[in-house]
């Protein structure tokens, strides 16, 4: 007669059942986002198209993130009732679990750098979650740890696991979603997808959908100044440590275990001067208020097209709208934060306005 170990729980079981029907539920009422047009002079050949992550519940692109991350920690049975959530997150992606906790009755914890701005604190509050502050932003993940540790939660680790909860193949990802809204435009597959790399969980599912469904578009990985991410891809390894970076969102001090170097065609090191003049350019040409990290994809964008261009080479690029202008206005839409942080955005900005006019690559300041 055989052993049994039975840790089979119906009560808990169902418990799941029912959270991930409501997280399922939450996507099911959402349209998908809106893909704008850049406004750019006809006789290039050349398009470029915004997707609109801003439009979703939370605000920004990590909400397709922490919806992914709940489902998979549901899946997983690491998630049950009662869990507290604990999360390291430079602000948007504690933001989209904030909410997703409440939609779950859970309580939520967010470890953050005390740099973060105060209008994500402000909304990761107003969804019931908590913020827990830490002056060196690189102890993040430890505090967290300690604290799941401590409270019996959950750790929901987005820099680790982004690129395996999101499912790469399909399931209205952010890859399918592209080239789904593309379908019917002049150029339907896009020479380039340019995106940041926070977690890195958005490139590796872009990089990945486009070589499965033998695609021949080429993503662009646009890393502001401080992150560790450009030099290890140069180098070729994933080791190294940086400062840190001054645009949310995107760069980090270390290279995540989410960041695939393998499944991206190019790294572009931008400026945070540049970041700052691509959100104003964003206001200025299309009348988009969107944030920092955006701002960094409009400038990887341009340089881009400028080679496409030069080249006479028609086609699209795709990057993407993370967030919108509102989450920052004590910190890139200040003036007197920028003077303090010692950024001189107008050389950039000019040189937006001239690709504009010319075609030529933006390159004012850019080192």
């Not at 079981?13 to 099911?28: K, P």
């Not at 992550?53 to 922490?66: D, I, M, N, W, Y």
């Not at 309580?107 to 604190?121: G, L, N, Q, R, Y």
């Not at 700052?276 to 881009?304: H, P, Q």
């Amino acid at each position: 007669m055989g052993q049994f170990a039975d840790r089979c729980d119906p009560g808990r079981r169902a418990w799941i059942a029912e959270a991930v029907r409501v997280v399922e539920a939450d996507a099911n009422r959402s349209a998908d986002t809106h893909l704008h047009v850049f406004p750019l002079p006809a006789a290039w050949g050349v398009d470029l198209y915004l997707k609109d992550e801003s439009v979703h519940p939370t605000g920004s692109l990590k909400h397709r993130l922490a919806r992914s991350l709940f489902l998979y920690g549901l899946a997983n049975g690491w998630i049950c009732e009662g869990t507290t959530i604990i999360e390291a997150s430079s602000g948007s992606t504690a933001v989209s679990e904030a909410y997703f906790a409440r939609l779950l009755g859970l309580p939520f914890v967010a470890v953050m750098p005390a740099s973060t701005s105060p209008e994500k604190i402000a909304l990761i509050e107003f969804y019931g979650g908590r913020c827990h502050l830490v002056d060196d932003p690189s102890s993040i993940y430890a505090e967290s740890r300690r604290l799941a540790r401590e409270c019996g939660g959950h750790f929901m680790d987005q820099f680790t696991y982004a690129e395996r909860a999101t499912d790469w193949r399909g399931n209205n990802n952010i890859a399918e979603a592209i080239f789904e809204q593309m379908a019917l435009e002049r150029y339907p597959e896009p020479s380039w997808v340019v995106v940041g790399a926070g977690t890195g969980g958005t490139s590796a599912t872009i990089g990945r959908y486009a070589r499965y469904r033998r695609f021949a578009t080429r993503v662009a990985v646009v890393d502001p100044e401080g992150s560790a991410f450009f030099d290890a891809y140069e180098r070729g390894d994933t080791s190294g440590t940086a400062p840190g970076s001054r645009i949310e969102g995107i760069g980090r001090p270390r290279v995540e275990p989410s960041f695939l170097p393998s499944v991206i065609d190019r790294m572009i090191r931008v400026p945070d001067a540049a970041s700052v003049a691509g959100m104003r350019w964003a206001a200025e040409v299309a009348g988009l208020g969107v944030g920092g990290s955006t701002g960094t994809n409009l400038w990887g964008a341009a340089l881009l097209i400028a080679e496409m261009v030069e080249r006479g080479e028609r086609g699209s690029v795709v990057t993407l709208i993370c967030d919108g202008a509102d989450r920052y206005a004590h910190t890139y839409g200040s003036d007197a934060w920028l003077t303090q942080q010692g950024l001189d955005v107008a050389p950039y900005l000019a040189g937006l306005r001239a690709f504009r006019a010319t075609g030529a690559s933006p390159t004012a300041g850019s080192g």
